[in-house]
Structures are given as structure tokens and as C-alpha cells.
């Protein structure tokens, strides 16, 4: 027989490591379903989730402190406004230690702080229960009701896990492309996406819209006045439409936690 020839050898060598290639993804995309994945309690969206919920608190404490730190950042307390914040906050983490997010919850040390910055207007959050607001938004803010709507939205991020989500996918898009270049992530089950996702920035956008109203109204706050928070903070748009369609349901849920008060 004659012998191989090099092209015919590094033929064999590329499908062998093509094999080989492709079995390692589809063990580790079979890994990522079964092990990788979880279920929002809430939305009851499935989602991956290569991060623990331990890890992701951990680095997101580790990151809050390190903004806490920074010199240019100014923390108000002892005042009557930090304790206004702080009184509506407790109220949104004894409503999410009831709901269906109670069990991830009650594992997270919560913290809010009041920061001093008039030119913005908006609330922010890291993993491990850690939410901040600034002063800029408290003008907007004329109702604790109001105040909730903005707070849950952050709070509502946090529960529902979005940080580690964005970071799970990012993860799995650069395995995939590693392995077979730009278009590689779609053999994982993932479109070829940048690693901060828009499509899935608005997906989380939203979802923390509404479960962050549907907690106010579980803590005993007016849903109409957090939408209201929704109609000065951005306006109208389709985010303020998709918001509407939820009042309903948290006027339901408004309803009930005075009835069983």
C-alpha cells in the first residue's frame, strides 16, 4: 500500500481534531442543561447559570464596597431622607423574603445606601442584596409609593439573578467562539452575541419593571403611584406600555397585603 501522503496526514489530523472538538461542546452544552441552567421563580424563564448564587453575592459585595471607597463617592447618613429610603427599602426585603423569591432572599445581607449626586437620577444595584440611590432622584420621588417603584426595580434585578445570567451567557459565547470563531456560540444553543447583549439588557430591563412592581405593591405600596415613577423617570415608550399592562396584576397583589394586614 502506498504511504500517506502529508496532505492526506494532516487531513486525518484536522477531522480527528474537529472530533474532537465538537464532542468537547456537546459535553459541555450537555453539562450547561443539566447542571448550568436555572428557572426564574417568578417568570418561571429558564435561563443559564454557571455562577453561583454565593459567588455572585460575593462579587458583588466585593464590588460595592470597592465603590464605596472610592473618595469622589459621598454616603448621606443620619438624615430624614437616608431614613425614609431605608424604612421603604426594609419594607421591599421583608416583601421579597415572602415571595416567590424567598429562599434566595433570605440568604442575602441587604444594604441601601443614600449617595449624593443631584445630576442623577436613579437607583443601582451589585449581587448580594446591595442597592443605591441617589439624591437626584428623590425630587422625582414626591411618595414613598412612588420611591418603591424605583427601589424594586433594583431590588427585583438582584432577585431575580440578572447579573449572573449576563455573565453566564458572555461565558458560554467565548467557549463556542474559541472553538469555532464569531459564529461558534450558536453550536452552544446561543446566538453570536457582544457580551453586553442589548436584546437581553431590554429582556432584563423589563422583567425587573415587573416583578420590581409587583414587590412594591406586595410591601403595601400603591401600584399606580410606582407606574407613575415609571411616567417620569422614561416617559412614554414601550417600556412604559409594558409596564401598564402589569398594573392589574399588582393591583391585585396591592389589594391583598392590605387584607392581610
Not at 30 to 40: E, F, K, W
Not at 86 to 97: D, G, N
Not at 149 to 161: D, M
Request: proline share 6%.
Amino acid at each position: 500500500h502506498a504511504k500517506p501522503s502529508r496532505t492526506q496526514k494532516m487531513d486525518w489530523f484536522m477531522a480527528h481534531i474537529t472530533s474532537a472538538c465538537r464532542f468537547f461542546l456537546f459535553l459541555t452544552s450537555t453539562i450547561v442543561m443539566l447542571v448550568g441552567c436555572s428557572t426564574d421563580p417568578q417568570t418561571n424563564r429558564s435561563r443559564p447559570m454557571l455562577v453561583t448564587q454565593s459567588k455572585e453575592a460575593e462579587v458583588g459585595t466585593k464590588a460595592f464596597r470597592q465603590f464605596l471607597n472610592d473618595p469622589k463617592i459621598i454616603v448621606i447618613k443620619d438624615t430624614p431622607v437616608q431614613e425614609r429610603v431605608s424604612q421603604v427599602f426594609a419594607r421591599l426585603v421583608t416583601a421579597a423574603k415572602h415571595s416567590a423569591y424567598a429562599e434566595h432572599a433570605k440568604t442575602l445581607e441587604w444594604e441601601v445606601v443614600l449617595v449624593e449626586d443631584a445630576r442623577r437620577s436613579n437607583t443601582f444595584s451589585f449581587p448580594g442584596g446591595k442597592v443605591g440611590v441617589y439624591t437626584g432622584l428623590l425630587p422625582f420621588a414626591t411618595t414613598d409609593g412612588e420611591l418603591a417603584g424605583a427601589l424594586g426595580h433594583s431590588v427585583a434585578s438582584i432577585l431575580a439573578r440578572h447579573p449572573g445570567e449576563r455573565i453566564s451567557k458572555s461565558a458560554l459565547n467565548q467557549l463556542g467562539q474559541s472553538f469555532f470563531g464569531p459564529g461558534g456560540s450558536s453550536l452552544l444553543g446561543f446566538s453570536n452575541q457582544p457580551a453586553v447583549d442589548p436584546a437581553l439588557i431590554k429582556l432584563h430591563q423589563e422583567e425587573a419593571d415587573k416583578v420590581g412592581i409587583l414587590l412594591a405593591a406586595e410591601a403595601g405600596y400603591d401600584p399606580d403611584e410606582a407606574f407613575r415613577m415609571g411616567v417620569k423617570i422614561f416617559g412614554p415608550g414601550p417600556r412604559l406600555d409594558a409596564l401598564r399592562e402589569y398594573l392589574p396584576e399588582a393591583r391585585t397583589h396591592y389589594n391583598a397585603s392590605w387584607s392581610e394586614a
